[in-house]
C-alpha cells in the first residue's frame, strides 16, 4: 500500500506538469496557427466569432494526455508485490541497488523476475495491477483543466514512441534494462513476454476498463502470415477477433509479415 501511494504520488506530482505542457502547445497553436477555413465552415465558430483553434466548439472539445509503459508499470509492480512482500527473497534496498547497476551480474535475480507473472498472459495477478494502473492514470488526467475548456481524457498509446522514451527510462523491477524500449502500442504486453499465445494476450488486454480509457487504447498484435492462407484459417481469424471485441478488447492493430519479407525489404 506504501509503495502504490509513492506511486500515485510520483504521478500527481507529473501529470499536472504534462498537462501544463499541452495547454502550452494548444494556446501557442491557437495563436499563431489559426484555422479559419475550417472555423468558417463550423456553425458555432461563427456564431461566436472565434477560431476552431481558441474554443469555438467548446464545450464539445475533448484533448487527451497519452500514457505509455502501462504494462511496464504493471510488470514492476508485481515483481516487487510478489518478489519483496508475499515471497520475502528480496529486500527493497537490494532491488533498488541492482535496478541502480543495471542489473549487471544479476543473473540469479533476472531469472527470479522472469518467473514472475507477466502481463499478457491471461493471468489476472498482474492484470488487476495494469488495471489499477490505467485507471489511476485516467483518474488524475481528468482532474485537470484545459484550454479554452476543454474536456480532458486520458489515452494508452505511445505509436512508435516507445523506442524513444526507452532511451530516458532507467532499469525496472519487471527486468527490463535502462535505454531499452517500453512496450509498444500502448496496452501491448512487453515484448517476448507474452508466451502464452495471442488468445491469451487479446484476453489480458480485453480484461481491462477499457470505458475508463475513453480516447482509445491500442493492441499490437505481430502474426505469422501462414495462420491466414486459407479460407478456415481466416474463418477462425474472424471469430478470435469477434470474442476479442464482445469480451471487453478495443482496438486492435496487426502487422502480419513474415520474416523474410522483411529482410528482403
Given amino acids: 500500500e506504501e509503495l502504490w501511494a509513492a506511486y500515485e504520488g510520483q504521478c500527481r506530482h507529473f501529470f499536472p506538469i504534462f498537462r501544463m505542457m499541452n495547454n502550452l502547445d494548444k494556446e501557442l497553436t491557437a495563436q499563431h496557427l489559426p ?3 475550417q472555423s468558417s465552415l463550423t456553425y458555432t465558430c461563427i456564431e461566436r466569432g472565434t477560431d476552431i483553434r ?3 466548439t467548446s464545450p464539445y472539445i475533448v484533448v487527451a ?21 508475499e515471497q520475502k527473497v528480496l529486500s ?35 492484470e488487476t495491477i495494469v488495471d489499477d494502473v490505467l485507471k489511476l492514470g485516467c483518474k488524475i488526467a481528468e482532474e485537470a483543466t484545459c ?40 496496452l501491448s ?17 480485453a480484461k481491462l476498463d477499457h470505458m475508463s480509457i475513453r480516447h482509445g487504447s491500442v493492441l499490437n498484435l505481430m502474426l505469422d502470415p501462414q495462420i491466414l492462407k486459407t479460407q478456415d484459417k481466416l474463418s477462425k481469424f474472424s471469430d478470435m477477433l469477434r470474442t476479442y471485441f464482445e469480451t471487453g478488447g478495443y482496438l486492435i492493430q496487426f502487422n502480419i509479415v513474415s520474416a523474410e519479407t522483411l529482410r528482403d525489404a
Avoid at 551480474?105 to 518467473?115: P, V, Y
Avoid at 498509446?157 to 516507445?162: D, H, L, W
Fill in 35 to 37: 484555422n479559419p477555413l
Fill in 54 to 56: 481558441e474554443g469555438g
Fill in 65 to 85: 494526455m497519452a500514457m505509455g509503459g502501462a504494462p511496464n508499470v504493471g510488470d514492476s509492480l508485481a515483481a516487487v508485490k510478489q518478489l519483496v512482500f
Fill in 92 to 126: 527493497m534496498s537490494e532491488l533498488i541497488a541492482a535496478l541502480d547497476r543495471n542489473f549487471e551480474g544479476d543473473k540469479h535475480l533476472l531469472k527470479m523476475i522472469s518467473n514472475v507473472p507477466k502481463f499478457g498472459n491471461d493471468i489476472e495477478y498482474v
Fill in 147 to 186: 484550454f479554452a475548456g476543454a474536456i480532458p481524457t486520458m489515452a494508452a498509446t505511445v505509436v512508435s514512441a516507445n523506442v524513444e522514451l526507452g532511451f530516458y527510462v532507467g532499469a525496472l523491477p519487471d527486468g527490463r534494462k535502462a535505454g531499452l524500449p517500453i512496450a509498444e502500442g500502448g
Fill in 189 to 205: 504486453p512487453y515484448q517476448g513476454r507474452n508466451v502464452s499465445g495471442v488468445t491469451a494476450s487479446m484476453m489480458s488486454v
